[in-house]
């Protein structure tokens, strides 16, 4: 199992869930985040006397996948989140030792 | 300054050849051409001071006699059989010239008359003759007949017909001309039985030429012979008359009192001042010019006297008289046909009525469909208030009024007084028939038709047959006033429901009266110097207060005037997005029933400027507009909800889509667009627009092209993906390829997926692109796009080729371009505005200037009105940053100077002023 965690422009939100609804992901986590990367947040003013940085505000869909799942999934992300401009986000993955649905202590995959 | 016959024949005896005379033929010409030209001078100057239309036409068709006498004398000194050929042949003048009613340029239309038998001499006397008669330089229209085929052609055919009810003998055997005319009364003119026939063809043809060059009067290029109001329309009550009344002229018809005395004055007077509005565009152009173009007109204005003066232009003053006489023309046409074929009972001969006894009072009767008056006028002197009243009773009743009916008014319209006007109980019945709901235009219509309605208005009076020389509009104010009273009337009896329920919003008007008076009164001040908007409002004032609408009512109407621009002019020009924007128009609004009164005045107003000018595109922002206003005014409950409006507009586009779209595919789509796409783009267009980009996929372009008979325009969509000085490039291209565009919508997705959707028209013709055209311009487009097609180039043989082919047209002096700078308008960009005369090539101009100063276009809204364009483009510069002040000043000096502007014109900074 593992974990996709990934920061998108917060109006693509809607065609995400969508896309990665129709790969047949059925729960997913969302938090509106700000921050920054290489470009977008910061400014340089003239002479570059000052610096100053700014968060831009982003979405951050998290969803646990079985292991076959995660390559379509990331497919599904990066068609739909790409503009193929600075400030597109990214994609996060990381493996999960454990999953407990809370209501009935069930673990694992059977817990997705 | 009459004619002078007396020495025009001594100018003729003196230079044309006698007919012994042994001179070369070249020399004969020579003699011919220098009389004529001579001839056609003389008749300019009597002209030009100031002689009647149709006594012009008289002396020219008295020069034309005379020469086509001498060419007849000379041909037959050629001819071997002279005696023979006089006594069986006769050259016969038709039509106008048969009517001695010719223009300087009109044809010669002659008709070569032979005796039947041996016709072959005649025929070789004709061969001569019209050689002669063409090597002069005129155009004649012949036939050679004999009395047989003149009256089967007569039978046969309308116009042949018509032709020789007028028919006039010049030169040959008087014998044989009376037997022709003899024949043709037996046959067909006095003929019973053909009657029938001949009246229900007169009025095909006269339908015909009505959908062929104009049914209404106040066209802004009229053709002065064809058009509603035209001379063919006393032609058509002079053949009529010849026909049913053996009448030839309109003395005669005065005579036998088919039409009253006053009548005769006014026809006289308005078919002199046409037929010399005729005279001057033929002397003025030198060829036969019969349509009044809006190049031509100013030209004409000035050769026939007119000055600017008070605000109006020589040329509007000029067309103003012209509409006001051509429209006494038609009126009378329509009135006399009414009268004398019109009804059933046609076997009656009509006769204007005679005064009764003063004892009988009349009544308003019903008869049938009609309203009509009982027995003289005498009810109006007793109770001129009933003037109004026959408005209101053909209003409710649905009922036509009778020409006897509206002869009383037109004859009792001095009843109308000043204290009629400030009466509060003919204010009140006013106010009433406007207060109908869907049935007020006609009523109106009735009131101007008989003249009523300027006297009760006099503010109206002064804006009737008003014609404005500005860019927009295309008729004239009354008429575009009454037409913006019958889009509203239409709007109630609608049932269908585009994307605005205009019936809805019309249901809810609380009192419809106010708003219909709005709509009279909302261009009431146009026609003087400076804005019209503030003094449309102070005569607005005037009139409500004469009508007697108590003070809150009142501020309602004043209100509509004031701000009916100010909704066209929010929606199509600035970012509805801005919240401030809508709450500062709130903020003037007021109410919702404000709010709803200025909506449907604008679309009124809009729709009645011209066939297209409404259209889906300024219904989609104005609906923006009117949503977002009414939903602060509701406490913030929108109409629709936004939500479920997505979800609806995405279940559209799904079942415009012709295959399977994932959902995300859709939702990308969507997101990825600016805002304003999903307002003004209906879910048809963004599911073509889902399909393009799907073929786009490796392509360097796809292309949807459709075509819009009605728009007479081609509509291409084409995608590609977003590079600098794209929009120049395609620009470009179109031009080059002869191809205008009116109208341009650019967005770019976030992906830098261009879609851009032009209405483009063919230069010549203006007509949608034929479709052996596209491939060839599609072709040519995705050159451009991988480089392997020179724009500039292109560009500049096309330009080479337009200005030779401009500089045979007539002088047309473009009015001088305006660019205005709105740096407010959006907070990302910098807004630029570009009004100019629409011209072939323009938004290329424009796109290429600012692409060569290194700004982005983000946005571009290039409409054309009529024939200016205003073209609006979103900026920034190569930073992605709004311009600064030094960037604008260089930006406006580049598109000026790429416009060749030079100072504005009068009426084009009055138009500023209104817009």
């Known amino acids: 199992m593992r974990k996709i965690e990934s920061i998108i422009r917060p109006h693509l939100l809607e065609a995400v869930k969508t896309a990665l609804q129709e790969i047949g992901v059925i729960g997913m986590t969302i938090t509106e985040v700000k921050g920054f990367g290489r470009q977008k947040g910061h400014t340089e003013t003239y002479r570059g006397a000052e610096y100053k940085v700014e968060f831009l505000p982003k979405i951050k869909i998290e969803v646990v996948l079985p292991e076959e799942m995660v390559d379509l999934a990331i497919d599904a992300i990066l068609k739909t989140a790409r503009t193929g401009k600075f400030g597109d986000g990214k994609i996060f993955v990381t493996p999960v030792e454990e999953v407990i649905r809370i209501r009935t202590g069930e673990r694992g995959e059977a817990a997705l | ?915």
């Open chain 2, 1 to 915: 300054m009459a004619i002078d016959k007396e020495k025009i024949l001594i100018h003729a005896d003196e230079i044309l050849p006698s007919a012994g005379s042994r001179a070369e033929h070249e020399e004969h010409v020579a003699r011919f051409r220098r009389f004529l030209k001579v001839e056609t001078e003389r008749l300019k100057i009597r002209h030009r001071f100031g002689l009647d239309g149709r006594e012009v036409a008289r002396g020219r068709s008295y020069v034309i006699d005379l020469v086509i006498r001498r060419a007849c004398q000379w041909a037959l000194a050629q001819c071997g059989s002279r005696r023979e050929i006089e006594s069986r042949c006769a050259v016969i003048a038709l039509g106008g010239y048969g009517r001695q009613e010719m223009a300087p340029y009109s044809d010669v239309d002659l008709l070569f008359l032979h005796a039947g038998r041996r016709a072959h001499q005649a025929s070789a006397f004709l061969e001569l003759v019209l050689h002669l008669l063409w090597d002069i330089g005129l155009t004649v229209g012949h036939s050679f007949r004999s009395i047989g085929e003149c009256v089967t052609m007569a039978k046969k055919d309308l116009h042949s017909r018509n032709a020789l009810a007028e028919a006039r003998l010049i030169t040959g055997n008087v014998h044989l001309f009376r037997r022709l005319t003899r024949r043709l009364d037996e046959a067909v003119f006095r003929n019973e039985r053909a009657m029938e026939a001949f009246i229900e063809a007169m009025r095909v043809d006269r339908e015909l030429r009505y959908a062929q060059f104009g049914r209404a009067v106040c066209l802004q290029e009229p053709n002065v012979k064809e058009s509603a109001g035209g001379l063919r329309d006393v032609h058509t009550v002079l053949w009529i008359g010849r026909s049913l009344f053996g009448c030839r002229t309109l003395e005669d018809l005065r005579a036998e009192a088919l039409i009253s005395g006053a009548e005769y004055a006014a026809i006289d007077r308005a078919y002199n001042f046409v037929a010399r509005v005729r005279n001057e565009a033929h002397f003025c152009t030198g060829r036969r010019t019969d349509l009044l173009t809006l190049d031509l007109q100013p030209t004409l204005a000035a050769n026939l006297g007119y000055e600017s003066k008070r605000g109006l232009l020589a040329s509007e003053r000029f067309m103003r008289e012209y509409y006001e006489r051509a429209h006494d023309l038609h009126q009378f046409c329509e009135r006399f046909l009414a009268r004398t074929i019109g009804s059933k009972n046609s076997g009656r001969r009509w006769r204007l009525p005679i005064r009764r006894s003063k004892e009988r009072s009349g009544q308003l009767r019903r008869e049938g469909k009609r309203l009509t008056l009982d027995e003289g006028a005498q009810l109006f002197r007793r109770e001129p208030r009933q003037l109004l009243n026959v408005f209101a009773r053909a209003q409710l009743e649905d009922l036509e009024l009778s020409d006897e009916l509206k002869h009383a008014i037109e004859a009792h319209l001095s009843l109308v007084t000043r204290s009629f006007r400030a009466a509060p109980e003919t204010g009140q019945l006013f106010l009433d028939i406007l207060g109908r709901r869907g049935r007020v235009g006609r009523a109106l219509r009735l009131m101007h038709e008989t003249g009523f309605l300027g006297r009760y208005l006099p503010e109206f009076a002064r804006i009737t047959f008003l014609v404005q020389h500005d860019f927009y509009h295309r008729y004239t104010i009354d008429e575009h006033t009454l037409r913006a009273v019958e889009a509203l009337d239409e709007i109630a009896h609608r049932q269908e429901s585009r994307l605005i329920p205009f019936p809805k919003i019309f249901a809810e008007v609380r009192d419809p009266a106010l708003l219909y008076l709005g709509v009279l009164l909302h261009d009431i001040g146009k026609g003087r110097s400076g804005s019209h908007v503030p003094r449309s409002v102070r005569l607005a004032e005037r009139v409500c207060e004469r009508l007697g609408l108590e003070s809150s009512r009142a501020a309602r109407v004043v209100f509509l005037v004031r701000h009916h621009l100010l909704m066209s002019h929010l929606s199509q020009r600035r970012d509805l997005t801005e919240d401030a924007l809508i709450e500062d128009f709130v903020r003037q609004v007021e109410t919702l029933d404000n709010l709803n009164m200025l909506l449907l005045l604008t679309y009124a107003d809009t729709s009645a400027v011209g066939p297209g000018v409404w259209n889906e595109w300024k219904e989609a922002l104005l609906w923006e507009l009117y949503v977002r206003a009414r939903s602060r005014l509701t406490g913030g409950r929108p109409m629709r909800g936004s939500h479920s409006r997505r979800a609806v507009l995405k279940e559209r586009i799904n079942r415009a889509l012709p295959i399977k779209f994932l959902p995300s595919e859709i939702e990308r789509h969507l997101a990825m667009m600016p805002d304003r796409y999903l307002r003004a783009t209906r879910p048809e267009g963004i599911a073509r627009h889902l399909l393009l980009v799907k073929r786009l996929d490796a392509q360097p372009l796809a292309i949807d092209w459709r075509t819009h008979e009605r728009e007479s325009c081609t509509e291409l969509t084409l995608c590609t993906r977003d590079r600098v000085g794209l929009f120049a490039l395609i620009a470009g291209t179109l031009t080059a390829q002869g191809l205008n565009i009116l109208s341009a919508d650019l967005y770019t997705r976030e992906d830098d997926i261009v879609i851009d959707t032009l209405k483009i028209c063919e230069v010549p013709g203006h007509c949608p692109v034929r479709p052996e055209w596209q491939s060839k311009v599609e072709r040519h487009l995705r050159d451009a796009l991988i480089g392997q097609f020179d724009v500039a180039a292109a560009i500049h043989t096309w330009r080479a080729k337009v200005a030779r082919r401009r500089g045979r047209r007539a002088v047309h002096r473009p009015a001088p371009a305006v660019v205005r700078f709105d740096p407010k308008a959006s907070t990302a960009s910098t807004v630029i505005e570009v009004k100019a005369e629409d011209e072939p090539g323009l938004a290329y101009t424009i796109a290429s200037t600012l692409t060569a100063l290194g700004l982005n276009i983000t946005f571009a809204k290039v409409a054309t009105e009529k024939n200016l364009a205003v073209d609006v483009f979103y900026v920034t510069d190569a930073r992605g940053q709004k311009l600064t002040a030094e960037t604008m000043t260089e930006v406006e000096r580049a598109l000026l100077e790429a416009l060749h502007g030079e100072v504005k014109t009068e009426s084009m900074r009055r138009h500023d002023e209104e817009n």
